[in-house]
């Protein structure tokens, strides 16, 4: 998914003694008529968790009511995108050949190493579309790989009230065979009403419960759709509480703290602002590091101007 603001904010991106909750903002996914969805991360607070470093909840669109997702083709660098649904059906091409459908409880990670381009398309054969949009920053020795795509379907498992999709990394026994650049966590977690769980996780890790519908709480805190509950490093165990009368549904991402600074604009991840710069003069003269998408109806997403400052490295909150 692009991030499509006219004027993307530039984020030195590190570790932060923020713990708590992350309320998500409002972005428009394109042009007048684009869906919205709620950007949760990265906030100036907290840029990221282990090397995940974008979260955007969308959804549910009725598309027979309203616009669906149609994002033309758009570059990334230093990064992987995870794409997973709830409901509906996305079409994806990308500058490596690939053609596929993104489905609900089907994980599609594109990796875009150093450079890549994508594009997004509902295809209305589901008329619900929701769903998330995650980044995974690179390490900087990764960062200039090759492009990649996996797609993987992982098994439910069901327990205590719980139904549980691993897609990356590893829960309560359950491993996804898909490997990452850096220790990850990504699973959905389903719980029934009522329903209480107590997650043995990696004491090393640092853990966000993003909540996508329900009355969860989160380690004792009450969420809001979107909401991106925060957990530290040095815990063994993530509670999970369905406090309503109906299912809930969250995501839990976790990771090794990234010990790297990033610099984020656009759709860009590098390490400086000479980098990026770079990048975008590069997706502006249609330079052959990003390739081409072949069978999308329409023209490319020109990058946004650039800001008239340079970015420097911030202190941590």
Known sequence: MSNTELAPDQLACGASRFTGVLHPREVPLGGPRAIRVRRTLPQRDRTLIGAWCFVDHYGPHDLATGPGMDVPPHPHTGLQTVSWLFSGEIE??????????????????????AGICHSEVSTGRSPILHGVQLWVALPDADRDTGRDFVHYAPTV??????????????????RSPVSTFTPLLGAQIDLAPGAAVE???????????????????????????ADLWYQAP?????????RGARAARVLLLGGLPFPEQLVMWWNFVGRSHADIV????????????????????????????????????????
Do not use: C, I, K
């Open 157 to 174: 498992h069901t327990a205590d009230g719980t139904r549980t999709r691993v897609f990356l990394g590893e829960l309560d026994g359950l």
């Open 278 to 317: 770079e990048y975008r003069r590069l997706w502006q003269e249609q330079d052959d590091r990003f390739g081409a998408v072949a069978g999308y109806p329409g023209a490319r997403l020109p990058a946004p101007p650039l800001p008239n400052t340079t970015l420097l490295p911030r202190p941590n909150p």
């Open 199 to 225: 997650l043995a996780v990696d004491r090393t890790f640092e853990h966000g419960v993003l909540l996508d519908r329900g009355a969860v709480e989160a380690g004792g805190t009450a969420l809001d759709v």
């Open 234 to 242: 040095g815990q063994d165990t993530l509670a999970l509480a369905n």
């Open 92 to 113: 994806h091409r990308d500058s490596a050949g690939v053609h596929a459908m993104v489905r609900p409880g089907e994980l599609n990670l594109m990796t875009a190493g």
